[in-house]
């Protein structure tokens, strides 16, 4: 099972919108809508954005949002910070077994 | 507020095992409400979901690495650890501690910092 395809960098000016996209096969996806995407600050906890493709846990501002189509799922945040800059991993869950997942490769993202 | 923290050495020799920790803070890992386990990152590599574990002592492996892996826990020291034996340089990586909960397990929810081991003799 390889890893979902991210793009390696994105880059966006304060107030601007970025899109992430998260790209793999149908038995990635499992024909499941489980996609779920992580925050990571270098040296802190890896943080949940958005779980099942588009709901937000208690906390995670709107700014971020999730989507997907055919085998592609999507992290779009809105109104870019500088605190925006860290690594972003999308997770999807394919269903073959229990706890069975495929992690992106990453994404860096920089606020220019 | 539930928060998880790893420890354990950071380097092991080839072919001993591995040995980490996870301290929960914030709630019983004994509750029926979540799922522990671990999930780690090689240098320059992708995110791996090794093993998880229910407060009834039900264990889940990944299969590549089942036979290698013994995830247990503590409730008297809200713990629970892993073991991952006959290591090589391909188990140099950065471990997290995740917590699920038991009616999302389709998405590992809440993350410790991690911990880098390193294998090398």
């Known amino acids: 099972q390889s890893a979902l395809t991210q793009p390696r960098s994105v880059s966006g000016s304060p107030g601007q919108s970025v899109t992430i996209s998260c790209t793999g096969t149908n038995s990635d996806f499992g024909g499941y809508d489980y996609v779920s995407w992580y925050q990571h600050h270098p040296g802190q906890a890896p943080k949940l954005l958005t779980y099942?493709?588009?709901k937000r846990p208690s906390g995670v501002q709107d700014r971020f949002s999730g989507s997907k189509s055919g085998n592609t799922a999507s992290l779009t945040i809105s109104g870019l910070k500088a605190e925006d800059e860290a690594d972003y991993y999308c997770c999807s869950y394919t269903g073959s077994y229990t706890f069975n997942y495929v992690f992106g490769t990453g994404t860096k993202v920089t606020v220019l | 507020q539930l928060q998880l923290q790893e420890s354990g050495p950071g380097l092991v020799k080839p072919s001993e095992t591995l040995s980490l920790t996870c301290t929960v803070s914030g709630d019983s890992i004994s509750s029926s409400t979540y799922y522990w386990g671990w999930i780690r990152q090689p240098p320059g590599k992708g995110l791996e979901w090794i093993g998880s574990?229910?407060?009834?002592?039900?264990?889940y492996y990944n299969p590549s690495l089942k036979s290698r892996v013994t995830i247990s826990m503590d409730t008297s020291k809200n713990r629970f650890s892993l073991k991952l034996n006959s290591v090589t340089a391909a188990d140099t990586a950065v471990y997290h501690c995740v917590l699920w909960f038991g009616y999302l397990l389709s998405t590992p929810f809440s993350w410790g910092q991690g911990t880098l081991v390193t294998v090398s003799s």
């Open positions: 574990i229910y407060y009834s002592g039900s264990t």
């Open positions: 099942d493709v588009n």
